[in-house]
């Protein structure tokens, strides 16, 4: 086990991060980026944001560095002794009140603007009016998963409350190389080779990546206020059980992206859905505030099967459950191990084998309740809070749903030009109506 | 097995599984109060399976029987 405040060896988690932020950089020339954005009642004032971020952020050496490689063969953060650059912030003073397409607009144009080099992970964007203002996060997904992100801000804003200087990021990290216990790592392996061989029998459904288009991404949002949102959470109650909101969510979206799939000729039986869980330890806050403790599920439904809500939230479930049984995403955080020797091009290519080019239909992930746990930022009132990640090509769709302060948030991810504008609105009317809300949000 | 052992049985496995101190997991906290989703939530049924033999999974489990882990022990103990 290494203690250094120098050096925190990746994990299989991380390297699985590495290797997509590494494709996404090669088919859209940004890498695995997302962002964590607050709707804030009041605007802020900028210099007082840059001072209070850049001297926040400027504490935690570690969103300074880089990936490395020793003798070892096992691939580790490099963290550099001193602070280098100030943080990023662009601001943008809208003179009316932001519409929700320039919002989306705004955020699409940060999402797809890439990190200044390879020791940049952080970004920030301010974009208000005279009534409020939106905070973007945006962060390579390298440093923080989505709970991490959250956790970075709530312990921002915990210092803010407590009118201390910044909490002290010189973190002395402990992580292994992780070259022992082979055999476990091969078993580990095993079982995660026979689980993808199982699901590459049966070729998924996805849309076709656009060729010539540009490869940005766009967004579209789906904002629940409280009371909606307490209506589908009774809903997933009633439909899908007691703490089944994440089967249930996608439940719906499933049926509306099958209804999608139906206007269209694309091959495929079944459509296959990776969902991502963490396997954060909660142990070292601090610590466990950075890196990947991420790992997936992966739902498979035929076509066939997903008209039938009922049906379709079974088998949901008892995939969810089978596969927790088993222990898959243990083993496939395990098993990643493995995968750290080999050069992120090759790995790349590897990744792409087993299903023939079509990774998945598209990519899940519900947060549920969220760790940014303040009812402000900076002293304004937090309306609301979400995610918009960057999505993997392929398959350049993702749905990511969140929750924060008593509000459900849905976010769809897409390569620009994978679907229509008509496309968009059509899923977005038809989640609203499998979620039985009639009106939009 | 009486209520009681079952009921430390499960405080145990929940604390386990959402990595939290066994001291810190009341018997009187519904579920969604402990900061369980559905994935941990599931991950407590496979342990009920695995240590009860009982699958719930696709059971007709409704809210009243997760309201603690008191309520969830008298409904296993009722299907042992």
Redesign the interface.
């Known amino acids: 086990m290494l203690l250094s405040k120098q050096k925190r060896y990746l994990s299989g988690s991380d390297w699985v991060i590495n290797t997509l932020d590494h494709l996404m950089k090669a088919t859209t020339g940004v890498g695995n980026l997302s962002q964590v954005v607050l709707l804030l009642d009041a605007p802020l004032d900028e210099s007082e944001v840059r001072n209070r971020l850049n001297a926040f952020v400027k504490q935690f050496l570690v969103l300074q560095g880089q990936v490395s490689r020793d003798l070892k063969l096992a691939p580790y953060w490099k963290i550099p002794a001193r602070p280098g650059r100030d943080i990023s912030l662009t601001v943008l003073n809208a003179e009316g009140l932001l519409s929700r397409e320039s919002i989306l607009a705004l955020f699409e144009k940060s999402a797809n603007t890439p990190f200044h080099d390879d020791k940049e992970h952080l970004a920030f964007h301010l974009f208000k009016d005279a009534e409020r203002c939106l905070l973007a996060m945006a962060f390579d997904h390298r440093i923080f998963d989505a709970r991490g992100a959250e956790l970075f801000l709530n312990l921002f804003q915990q210092n803010m409350n407590d009118g201390s200087p910044a909490a002290s990021g010189d973190i002395t990290f402990t992580s292994s190389a992780a070259l022992t216990q082979w055999s476990k790592k091969f078993l580990a392996g095993r079982t995660v080779n026979r689980r993808i061989i199982a699901l590459s029998k049966s070729s998924p459904r996805a849309l076709p990546i656009p060729r010539d288009g540009a490869a940005s991404q766009r967004y579209h949002l789906l904002s629940f206020d409280q009371q909606e949102t307490a209506h589908i959470y009774d809903r997933a109650?009633t439909e899908a059980?007691?703490?089944?909101?994440?089967?249930y969510l996608l439940s719906v979206i499933l049926q509306c992206v099958h209804e999608l799939f139906a206007t269209k000729q694309e091959d495929g039986s079944s459509y296959l859905i990776p969902v991502t869980?963490?396997l954060?330890?909660?142990?070292e806050p601090l610590q466990e505030m950075f890196f990947n403790y991420v790992s997936y599920?992966f739902y498979q439904v035929p076509a066939g099967e997903v008209a039938d809500r009922k049906g379709l939230i079974?088998l949901l479930?008892?995939q969810?459950?089978d596969q927790?049984?088993s222990g898959f995403p243990k083993d496939l955080a395990e098993a990643s191990l493995l995968t750290r020797i080999a050069p992120l091009p090759l790995l790349g290519k590897l990744l792409h084998l087993p299903m023939k080019g079509k990774m998945a239909t598209f990519a899940f992930s519900?947060l549920?309740?969220s760790s940014y746990q303040q009812p402000l930022f900076m002293g304004k009132k937090v309306l609301e809070l979400f995610h918009m990640p960057r999505v993997p090509v392929p398959p350049g769709l993702g749905f990511f749903s969140n929750y924060y302060n008593g509000r459900l948030n849905l976010v769809i991810s897409y390569l620009d030009g994978l679907l229509r504008d008509d496309e968009v609105q059509m899923l977005d009317r038809r989640i609203r109506e499998g979620f039985g809300l009639g009106r939009p949000s | 097995m009486t209520i009681q052992e079952i009921e430390n049985t499960l405080i145990q496995g929940i604390a386990s599984i959402s990595n939290q101190d066994a001291s810190a997991v009341s018997p009187d906290k519904p579920f969604h109060e402990l900061g369980i989703d559905s994935l941990g939530f599931v991950e407590i049924l496979v342990f009920i399976e695995k240590t009860f033999k009982l699958q719930l999974i696709a059971s007709d489990l409704t809210k009243k029987d997760f309201e603690t882990i008191h309520s969830l022990a008298s409904y296993i103990n009722t299907r042992l």
């Open positions: 109650y059980g007691y703490l089944m909101e994440s089967p869980t963490d954060r330890p909660n142990k599920l079974a479930k008892q969810m459950y927790v049984k519900h549920g309740k």
